[in-house]
């Protein structure tokens, strides 16, 4: 089974994607971390040195690099859906589950963990809410289109186990 997780930042994809590894006895991926190892950059240094396009380019093409692998569980970045026909790609070759957290719930996971997060590092407590709710209503298209959609208490073990047997 391929599953690709997708959400804003903070809505718990890397976490799900190790739960959902062990579950499925399969390999868990972070895209991001792919992208950063592949450039041999941290993301923030390929948005300063390259820029987003060409970040978003190296992201569809490691995004493709899935359809050579029979079983895994993905964790997208949050733009990921929203470039280069990537959802379409997506929906295609797997299983896709957006995780739709309420944006309280991320900006207080965010918080502590800004700078680390090239998009959100330079942004006071007060701008990170506004942000956030900007970004999701521009990425709302491209999520709505997975395949499945939890939100908040729906986010468990039990959810992910009937999404799995669903799609099995």
């Known amino acids: 089974m391929k599953i690709f997780l997708l959400g804003m930042m903070g809505s718990g994809k890397s976490h799900w994607k190790q739960q959902l590894a062990k579950l499925l006895k399969t390999g868990g991926y972070d895209l991001d971390t792919l992208v950063e190892f592949h450039e041999e950059k941290t993301i923030t240094e390929i948005f300063e040195q390259d820029g987003e396009a060409y970040f978003r380019k190296k992201e569809a093409e490691l995004l493709r690099w899935f359809n050579e692998k029979k079983s895994f569980v993905l964790a997208t970045g949050g733009g990921t859906p929203c470039f280069h026909d990537n959802m379409q790609y997506m929906n295609q070759e797997g299983v896709t589950i957006w995780l739709n ?5 991320l900006v207080k996971r965010l918080l502590p963990e800004k700078e680390g997060r090239p998009l959100i590092k330079n942004l006071s407590d007060s701008e990170l809410s506004n942000f956030l709710e900007q970004k999701l209503t521009e990425r ?28 099995a």
């Not at 298209?141 to 992910?160: D, P, Q, V």
């Open 101 to 105: 957290e309420p944006i309280d719930v």
């Open 140 to 167: 709302q298209h491209w999520y709505s289109l997975a395949m499945e959609t939890i939100s908040g208490e729906e986010i468990s073990l039990k959810t992910f186990k009937k999404i799995i047997a669903k799609h």
